[in-house]
Nanobody
Framework: QVQLVESGGGLVQAGGSLRLSCVAS????????MGWYRQAPGKERELVAT???????IYADSVKGRFTISRDNAKNQVYLQMNSLKPEDTAVYYC?????????WGKGTLVTVSS
């Protein structure tokens, strides 16, 4: 089993920045992909960004140029730097670790962007 714990969410004004962190513990498979997903009220959960162990990344079109995903394999952590935040970025943000080693989700951290 892998446990994922997110942190860094909060309330921020539009145009501001936040940095989310996710730490993984347990039986970690280092080759697994790590990613951030989000779910806004009344909407389905959606991809924000993913990063492979080698560093290759994928971003949702809605966050390209504003968000940056990174990971520290030695610390088993993944980060999401969010800049130029918009009210439509308001959501619960979830960390995910997935691949041959299984599929695991954190409990989420709430990001609220006020206009």
């Amino acid at each position: 089993q892998v446990q994922l714990v997110e942190s860094g969410g909060g309330l921020v004004q539009a145009g501001g920045s936040l940095r989310l962190s996710c730490v993984a513990s347990g039986r970690i498979f280092s080759m697994n992909v790590m990613g951030w997903y989000r779910q806004a009220p009344g909407k389905e959960r959606e991809l924000v960004a993913t990063i492979r162990s080698g560093g290759s990344t994928i971003y949702a079109d809605s966050v390209k140029g504003r968000f940056t995903i990174s990971r520290d394999n030695a610390k088993n952590q993944v980060y999401l730097q969010m800049n130029s935040l918009k009210p439509e970025d308001t959501a619960v943000y979830y960390c995910r670790n997935f691949g041959l080693g299984g599929d695991y989700w954190g409990k989420g951290t709430l990001v609220t962007v006020s206009s």
